[in-house]
Nanobody
Framework: QVQLVESGGGLVQPGGSLRLSCAGSISTFSIYIMGWYRQAPGKQRELVAIMTSIGSTNYADSVKGRFTISRDNAKNTVYLQMNSLKPEDTAVYYC????????????WGQGTQVTVSS
């Protein structure tokens, strides 16, 4: 059974940084599209950042220039470096792995809370 386990969330002051990690138990991890999504209270889940198997990336406009997605296929892990955090970044952050767009091989982590507050 595939598992994605996020870590690295927590409470941080505005302007601070956090790095989220997501470790996946996927034997073919390197071919998966890896993404980070977030869901704030009362809002829909939204895409934060995505990285394809060949390293192409895409970011939500709200995080461009502040967040960086990366992956280490040898460790089956994807990261989200978050800098210059703002209160509006507060949300539960979820890791996603999908084999390809529309594939049934689409997995989610349990989520990790990020709270930006003074």
């Amino acid at each position: 059974q595939v598992q994605l386990v996020e870590s690295g969330g927590g409470l941080v002051q505005p302007g601070g940084s956090l790095r989220l990690s997501c470790a996946g138990s996927i034997s073919t991890f390197s071919i998966y599209i890896m993404g980070w999504y977030r869901q704030a209270p009362g809002k829909q889940r939204e895409l934060v950042a995505i990285m394809t198997s060949i390293g192409s990336t895409n970011y939500a406009d709200s995080v461009k220039g502040r967040f960086t997605i990366s992956r280490d296929n040898a460790k089956n892990t994807v990261y989200l470096q978050m800098n210059s955090l703002k209160p509006e970044d507060t949300a539960v952050y979820y890791c996603n792995a999908v084999e390809r767009i529309g594939s049934k091989y689409d997995y989610w982590g349990q989520g990790t809370q990020v709270t930006v507050s003074s």
